[in-house]
């Protein structure tokens, strides 16, 4: 049978379990990781691969405070080779699909929120995030070890040229000393208006399936990065900043800050030459797959070596 025809039956399946029908479900378009419907009452989404993660957010749902405002749990298993997870339908939409028709006082507004929930999600017992799991995301490597592969890996294929591995290096080396001088907390790891839903009032974070514990600005600084790409964004990113005065007064916050920047695109970086490599497409996020220095990643790991990164107009 096909991907696309199994992954349909399994779909339907399930959504008939939670009284919804296939046919009158919607499929967004911003789903990276899983594959999701969105019916009137419910969204199901499947993993492409079973690895666990699905499970762990439907547990770490019931340790979550109720001000992150996460929806209800009806449902989590495995089936058929693939992970799931039923969830009560938010009222609203997408907050990055909402964003182009809001104005920027409702943009500030609504990023506002969205970081006073992740505050919320900084407040979940860590020791009940670690048990189930939450210690590892894959957008930052926070291991010193494994930071410092990929940097010498995109060296090593002349991706990254020595001058700029060695820029990077010492960003990351100053980032490594300064997480030992803050306390951890539960972190999302992937907020931002991709990952939250909008009515108009509040902005609330989904999709936790790479929590991760950590500080509480690397949550900080993948918001920022996130929305400082959206048209206005650096706006309302400003407004985030405002908020988080707190975080950026702690010690050795903006060398995190700028860390955590290479240790995304980093990650980036590698996860691109993998598209790359994989479809010899043409057209990579609107990037020619033949000329790296098009690829927004590779830009940005230069712009940080500098200085002169989307970061630098925030901090």
Do not use: K
């Not at 609504?110 to 929930?117: G, H, K, M, P, S």
């Not at 060695?166 to 001088?181: H, I, T």
Request: glycine residues 6%; charged residues 25%; aromatic residues 6%.
């Amino acid at each position: 049978m096909p991907r696309a025809d199994h992954l349909y039956r399994t779909a339907r399946h399930l959504l008939a379990t939670y009284g919804a029908r296939i046919e009158e479900a919607t499929r967004p378009v911003h789903s990276q990781s899983n594959e999701v419907w969105l019916s009137e009452r419910v969204v199901l989404r499947l993993s492409r691969a079973a690895d666990g993660s699905l499970a762990r957010e439907a547990a770490l749902a019931a340790i979550l405070p109720a001000a992150v405002g996460y929806p209800r749990v009806l449902g989590h298993g495995v089936g058929d080779g693939h992970e799931w997870i039923v969830t009560t339908r938010l009222p609203g939409a997408n907050l990055e699909e909402s964003w182009a028709a809001l104005d920027d006082i409702t943009r500030a507004r609504a990023v506002e929120d969205l970081w006073e929930r992740l505050r919320a999600v900084h407040r979940t017992d860590v020791g009940q995030a670690r048990a189930l799991g939450c210690t590892t995301t894959p957008f930052y490597a926070l291991d010193e070890t494994t930071a410092r592969r990929q940097l010498a890996e995109l060296t090593d294929r002349g991706v990254i040229d020595r001058a700029v591995h060695g820029q990077l290096r010492d960003m990351l080396d100053a980032m490594f000393q300064a997480l030992a001088r803050v306390p951890v907390v539960l972190t999302h790891t992937d907020a931002g208006p991709h990952n939250a839903v909008w009515d108009g009032e509040r902005a609330v974070p989904i999709d936790f399936e790479f929590a991760c514990v950590a500080p509480a600005d690397l949550d900080l600084e993948h918001l920022l990065r996130t929305v400082f790409a959206q048209p206005g964004g650096p706006r309302a990113a400003r407004r985030v900043v405002e908020h988080a005065a707190d975080l950026l007064t702690l010690p050795g916050a903006p060398t995190r800050l700028w860390g955590y920047a290479v240790l995304g695109d980093l990650w980036g970086l590698h996860h691109w030459l993998r598209h790359a490599e994989s479809t010899r497409s043409l057209d990579l996020w609107g990037a020619d797959t033949d000329d790296i220095r098009t690829w927004a990643p590779w830009r940005d790991l230069h712009a940080h070596a500098d200085g002169t990164s989307w970061l630098a107009d925030l901090l």
